[in-house]
């Protein structure tokens, strides 16, 4: 609301889940515990599909974030995937669980994830780094234009097309990584909405991570803070490298 962003809720009889946070002193460190996920009925979900098709239509950069809470709300991100290619709007895909891999199917534009939420949701393993980049081949022949696969500390690992980067962050004193995904997510977005070069925007989203990491409120970091990890932070293409032409217009 402070930031005028309109909203449209979808009510359910359920309430939504609790989430506690505790701070160990010791540490310095907070740590967020979810409750169980509610129930959604099947007339819920539907609805909530109902008032996708025109809110997709109305919008640049569709972002499917967070988690499906039980099997009668599964469909719903496949599905507003399916509008986003219908209407030719980029979608950002963010998710996990048992829904993941129909997600996958539909091929989204971009898809971002972390090591744990791939080996859980689709039972494989990313254990190297050639297990990450099949990973992210397989995805691009989906037709998932771009990938990015982060894992806490260790390096990340990005795709746009057939070509491949690896992502090198500066270690900080972690307080809270919960919405570090998030906000990685949200660098994303804006880096295709402000269109800025590849490794620019990957860049900003690795330090938006990175920043919310080490800060105890979650997700709220801004842009000056990146400005702290923009520059420490690595881009090293794997493998093939991409032209990058000027075309900018030339004055005579």
């Not at 309430?15 to 129930?39: C, H, M, Q, V, W």
């Not at 974030?65 to 509008?83: K, N, R």
């Not at 494989?124 to 500390?153: A, P």
């Amino acid at each position: 609301a402070a930031e005028n962003i309109d909203s449209v809720f979808v009510s359910s009889k359920s309430d939504t889940r609790e989430a506690s946070i505790t701070f160990d002193e010791s540490t310095g460190k907070l740590t967020t515990y979810f409750g169980l996920n509610a129930p959604i009925t099947a007339e819920e979900a539907s609805d909530f599909k109902s008032r996708l098709d025109k809110a997709i239509q109305n919008c640049s950069i569709v972002i499917l974030s967070g988690s499906s809470p039980c099997a009668e709300t599964d469909g719903i991100f496949p599905y507003a995937i399916s509008l986003a290619n219908e209407h030719d709007k980029i979608s950002i895909l963010d998710t996990y669980g048992a829904h993941l891999n129909a997600c996958i199917e539909q091929g989204p534009t971009v898809i971002h994830n972390n090591v744990k939420e791939i080996e859980s949701s689709l039972g494989i393993e990313l254990k190297t780094e050639d297990d990450k980049i099949g990973f992210m081949d397989s995805l691009y022949k989906k037709g998932i234009r771009m990938s990015f696969i982060t894992d806490g500390h260790s390096p990340a690992y990005a795709s746009k097309f057939d070509f491949h980067y690896k992502v090198i962050s500066p270690r900080v004193e972690e307080k809270d990584s919960c919405g570090s995904g998030d906000s990685f997510t949200a660098g994303i977005a804006y880096g295709l909405e402000e269109a800025l070069v590849f490794e620019d925007f990957l860049k900003t989203a690795s330090a938006l991570g990175t920043a919310n990491a080490a800060s105890y409120i979650t997700s709220a970091v801004s842009l000056d803070a990146v400005k702290e990890y923009y520059n420490k932070i690595e881009v090293l293409p794997i493998g093939k490298k991409m032209k990058i032409i000027d075309d900018r217009p030339t004055i005579y």
